[in-house]
Nanobody, 120 residues
Framework: HVHLVVSGGGLVQAGGSLMLSCQASGDIFKINDMAWYRQTPGKQRALVAGISSGGLTKYEDSVKGRFTISRDNAKSMVNLQMMRLKPEYTASYYC??????????????WGQGTQVTVSS
């Protein structure tokens, strides 16, 4: 089994900053891509930022220049530094990891959501 535990989130004023962290544990052979998604009521979960095992990153257009995704492979951790937050970023945020549990098989795992609320 693999578990992803998310920390961070909360209430912040517009223009403020928050850091989200997600740590994987369990039967991990290797972690490939890691990512952060967000979801608001009635909408599908959408990619916010992703990072490959080699450190290549991608961002949803509205967060470019505001969010930074990083990872610590030794700790099986992915972070999302969110700066200059806007009210429209209010959502539940989820981390995702593509985890190899052996040389051949990989599965996608999700952490629990954490609420980010940006007040205007």
């Amino acid at each position: 089994h693999v578990h992803l535990v998310v920390s961070g989130g909360g209430l912040v004023q517009a223009g403020g900053s928050l850091m989200l962290s997600c740590q994987a544990s369990g039967d991990i052979f290797k972690i490939n891509d890691m990512a952060w998604y967000r979801q608001t009521p009635g909408k599908q979960r959408a990619l916010v930022a992703g990072i490959s095992s080699g450190g290549l990153t991608k961002y949803e257009d509205s967060v470019k220049g505001r969010f930074t995704i990083s990872r610590d492979n030794a700790k099986s951790m992915v972070n999302l530094q969110m700066m200059r937050l806007k009210p429209e970023y209010t959502a539940s945020y989820y981390c995702s990891a593509d985890v190899q549990v052996g040389p051949t098989y990989a599965y996608n795992y999700w952490g629990q959501g954490t609420q980010v609320t940006v007040s205007s």
